[in-house]
């Protein structure tokens, strides 16, 4: 895991931080990948997007609005 001290820059009308070239290898994306930003408490968490997974979840929230009782009564 490698760590680096960044500024974070204004952007247009936004705010970013430059990913060093080692540690974006690092994690195996590259440019033009698509990728989930979490934040919570002053940290951030950057994520591969997984279409698969983006599917499940766009799926599962479509069954869970169809079937509003289902879970309910899997839960008792």
Same mark, same amino acid.
């Given at each position: 895991?490698?760590?680096?001290?960044?500024?974070?820059?204004?952007? $247009?009308?936004?705010?970013?931080?430059?990913?060093?070239?080692?540690?974006?290898?690092?994690? $195996?994306?590259?440019?033009? #990948?698509?990728?989930?930003?979490?934040?919570?408490?002053?940290?951030?968490?950057?994520?591969?997007? #997984?279409?698969?997974?983006?599917?499940?979840?766009?799926?599962? #929230?479509?069954?869970?609005? #169809?079937?509003?009782?289902?879970?309910?009564?899997?839960?008792?």
């Amino acid at each position: 895991m490698s760590t680096a001290t960044k500024k974070l820059q204004r952007i $247009g009308n936004s705010t970013g931080v430059v990913i060093p070239a080692n540690m974006l290898k690092e994690s $195996g994306l590259s440019v033009g #990948d698509e990728v989930i930003i979490a934040s919570s408490k002053g940290r951030f968490e950057i994520v591969a997007l #997984d279409p698969e997974f983006d599917a499940m979840c766009t799926a599962a #929230d479509s069954f869970i609005a #169809d079937h509003p009782n289902a879970l309910k009564k899997l839960g008792e």
